[in-house]
């Protein structure tokens, strides 16, 4: 079964600075996608961003990019010149070939001003 | 473009009754999937459909089943309820099985008593 592992529970970066968040993931297959969602206390999930396995070139969107390591199972998010609007939790998605998605249990991250 | 949205926010139903959650999906997305997340969790995969058909299932219970209606809005179902049913449930749209990523609905709060 496929797991999706976030090791930092709570991470905090000052305004403007750049953060980075951890995410690994377990599974056999070579063909899947990986996502990072945003959810604020509002609870909708946001899509951050998303990398196609297939694909070497690290996904960007504007001040969020990926570093996704595939032999080593690693899909780490930074996020630079962090604003407040960023705070929330973070969460790692993985979606195999069956249509399943796992969770990672997330990362909260504060913003300070 | 609508988004996704979930009725009812918030329900609470006794141990044993069962309730059925409603979703409507955003226009244009063919794909819904359904998610439980307990209190300080990552969301939980239930299942997808695609075109009315369920195409995706994870680790729940058959007391949990799901409907999609030709127009895509969909239905989740949880007969025989338990307390740890208790959680937010969210529901999310997509085109082609979500390749390119979820849109969320804000979720329904479904407590147990």
């Known amino acids: 079964a496929q797991t999706v592992t976030q090791s930092q529970p709570e991470m905090s970066v000052q305004e403007a600075e750049t953060v980075t968040l951890s995410c690994t993931y377990d599974?056999?297959?070579?063909?899947?996608?990986l996502f990072w969602y945003k959810q604020p206390p509002s609870r909708q999930m946001i899509l951050v961003i998303r990398q196609e396995a297939y694909k070497q070139q690290n996904a960007t969107e504007n001040r969020f990019s990926v570093n996704f390591q595939k032999a080593a199972k690693s899909f780490s998010l930074k996020i630079s010149d962090s604003q407040l609007g960023d705070a929330a939790m973070y969460f790692c998605a993985y979606r195999n070939t069956g249509n399943q998605f796992y969770f990672g249990t997330g990362t909260s991250l504060t913003v300070i001003p | 473009e609508t988004g996704v949205t979930q009725s009812p926010t918030h329900l609470i139903k006794t141990r044993g009754q069962q309730v059925t959650l409603r979703c409507s999906s955003q226009s244009g997305h063919n794909t819904v999937s359904w998610y439980q997340q307990a209190l300080g969790q990552g969301p939980q995969f239930i299942f997808q459909y695609y075109r009315e058909e369920e195409n995706g299932r994870g680790n729940f219970p058959p007391r949990f089943s799901g409907l999609q209606f030709p127009n895509y809005s969909s239905e989740l179902n949880v007969n025989a309820l338990e307390l740890d049913d208790s959680a937010l449930y969210l529901c999310?749209?997509?085109?082609?099985?979500?390749?390119?990523?979820?849109?969320f609905g804000s979720g329904t709060r479904l407590t147990v008593v």
């Open positions: 999310a749209s997509s085109l082609k099985g979500g390749h390119y990523g979820y849109t």
């Open positions: 599974t056999s297959e070579s063909d899947y996608y």
